[in-house]
């Protein structure tokens, strides 16, 4: 009975995948087309596989399915992280999340993110990714940090710090940009604004206001 009651939570779960990718994708034409030419649906799929296997405590199986989902996709999961609900991978290659790496609901990563350490700490050394967050393409989010609700992380962005929520993070290191840039939301890569171009207008016109005191 209970055999029975895993398998069908973990049919449910796999069709809430594939429903949640074709609500996030405008590209996919067909439920087929996720089966068999999404990698980051089976790099998600593989990863359930092998992270119950872990918390069944057997041993070498679940990160040689994590390797193999690697070598397969381009998508490294370990099979330690705890990702929550309508997680999406968008293309995915170069995509690494660490062991103790937490993901909540509604999360979605572009290609080439690293959810990952900062050198040989112990216990909860990746970060903590809380709901609706977007992470941009080669992204990289390292050490035992926390990124906000509904947070979005702009493309190339290296964060090494918390980040509150509803917040917009871009540069390296990544600096905090207060600015919602959402449509329907999702985060629009080409109009998260620059912070160290903002400081340098800012600038700009102050010293045009004190030449123009100056002359008169």
């Not at 660490?98 to 700490?121: P, R």
């Not at 509803?166 to 999702?186: A, D, E, F, L, N």
Request: aromatic share 6%.
């Amino acid at each position: 009975m209970f055999e029975n009651l895993s398998i069908v939570r973990g049919i449910k779960t796999v069709i809430s995948d594939i429903k949640n990718i074709r609500e996030k994708d405008p590209a996919v034409k067909s439920v087929i087309e996720i089966i068999l030419l999404y990698p980051g649906f089976h790099a998600l799929l593989m990863y359930r596989i092998a992270h119950k296997l872990l918390k069944w405590h057997i041993p070498f199986i679940p990160r040689f399915i994590s390797q193999l989902a690697r070598f397969l996709t381009g998508i490294e999961i370990h099979p330690g992280a705890k990702i929550g609900k309508n997680f999406f991978i968008d293309h995915g290659m170069g995509v690494v999340i660490g062991e103790t790496t937490i993901i909540g609901d509604n999360v979605l990563l572009y290609q080439g993110v690293t959810l990952g350490g900062t050198g040989k700490d112990v216990g909860k050394r990746h970060p903590t990714i809380q709901d609706c967050v977007t992470i941009g393409a080669g992204a990289k989010v390292l050490g035992n940090i926390t990124i906000g609700e509904s947070s979005n992380i702009g493309a190339g962005s290296v964060v090494i710090d918390n980040v509150p929520i509803h917040s917009t993070v871009v540069g390296i290191p990544g600096r905090i940009v207060q600015q919602k840039v959402y449509i329907q939301g999702q985060l629009q890569h080409n109009r998260i604004p620059d912070p160290i171009t903002c400081e340098l207008n800012r600038l700009k016109y102050e010293v045009q206001d004190l030449k123009e005191k100056i002359n008169n």
